[in-house]
């Protein structure tokens, strides 16, 4: 199993920048797909995650009405729409896969892609 981020780079604080991420196969040979993202010196924090076939999404309170997560009508990548930026969204931001329902959470996940950094600066 591989995923593979890409979209990143940076961005002035208020602009928007959209994610995306390639998993090997297709995304319904997946139950949930997430996002998360870890900053310099802090935990790695979730983010937001779709689960297929129950068509639910979550979102952390932080990037609530700001980011939206979606997948494309293909079912082989999932986006992450990133709005109105801000300094603090500042992360490297990992796509990770499940086979099974689990919480958005990150040791909820077993299949990581490397990441793709984002930093809002001006």
């Known amino acids: 199993v591989s995923l593979v981020e890409s979209g990143g780079g940076l961005v002035q604080p208020g602009g928007s920048l959209r994610l995306s991420c390639t998993p090997s196969?297709?995304?319904?040979?997946?139950?949930?797909i997430g996002w998360f993202r870890q900053a310099p010196g802090k935990e790695r924090e979730e983010v937001s995650c779709?689960?297929?076939?129950?068509?639910?999404?979550n979102y952390s309170d932080s990037v609530k009405g700001r980011f939206t997560i979606s997948d494309d009508i293909a079912k082989t990548m999932v986006y992450l729409q990133m709005t109105n930026l801000k300094p603090e969204d500042t992360a490297v931001y990992y796509c990770?896969?499940?086979?099974?329902?689990?919480?958005?959470?990150?040791?909820?996940?077993?299949?990581w892609g490397q990441g793709t950094q984002v930093t809002v600066s001006s």
């Open positions: 990770a896969a499940s086979r099974i329902l689990v919480p958005c959470r990150p040791l909820e996940f077993d299949y």
């Open positions: 196969g297709s995304i319904s040979d997946y139950t949930a």
């Open positions: 779709i689960s297929f076939g129950y068509g639910t999404t």
